[in-house]
């Protein structure tokens, strides 16, 4: 438990655990928490979001996970696309705190290497995610909402006219 590599495969398995379970639950993912300010977004670009995103598709992550069912580039799948950026926050937020049990237990027994080992990858492997997808349903939403304002086709293509 108090080594790296139980904390990234604790992870991980938390992580296919929880996709699993949110298919299973389908649960409702309109509450006021999934609401998202342009102030929160500031902070979450000032934290390194962007850079995040990067990183992520740099290894090549964004391009496993995609699902060319949930948004293919067109304007029919944005809303489906915002949709998963709730399933995908909620699942990490689970885990994050979940993630805490074995943290607090690592405290109490005086283990700060798994401390650390938990606590930062529970930093870059839930934290982050969340703000990732909050800052993206954000862009999403207002992508539609213009889309659907001016009744254009929205592809990949035009996202970052849009955008603007």
Not at 3 to 32: C, G, I
Not at 99 to 121: E, K, Q, T, Y
Request: proline share 2%; hydrophobic share 50%.
């Amino acid at each position: 438990m108090r080594s790296a590599l139980f904390a990234f495969e604790l992870h991980f398995v938390l992580m296919a655990a929880a996709s699993l379970v949110d298919k299973l639950l389908a649960p409702q993912l309109d509450a006021r928490r999934f609401e998202v300010s342009p102030r929160e977004v500031r902070i979450y670009h000032r934290l390194g979001v962007r850079q995040f995103m990067r990183l992520l598709q740099g290894i090549g992550w964004t391009r496993a996970l995609r699902d060319r069912r949930v948004f293919d580039g067109t304007r029919a799948t944005l809303s489906s696309y915002a949709r998963e950026t709730r399933h995908g926050e909620n699942a990490h937020a689970w885990i994050f705190l979940i993630v805490l049990v074995p943290i607090g237990w690592a405290v109490a027994r005086g283990w700060w290497d798994a401390v650390l080992w938990l606590g930062s990858m529970n930093v870059v492997f839930h934290v982050y995610p969340i703000m990732l997808q909050r800052a993206q349903r954000v862009r999403l939403e207002r992508l539609l909402a213009r889309a659907v304002a001016s009744g254009s086709r929205v592809t990949m293509a035009t996202t970052r006219r849009l955008d603007r």
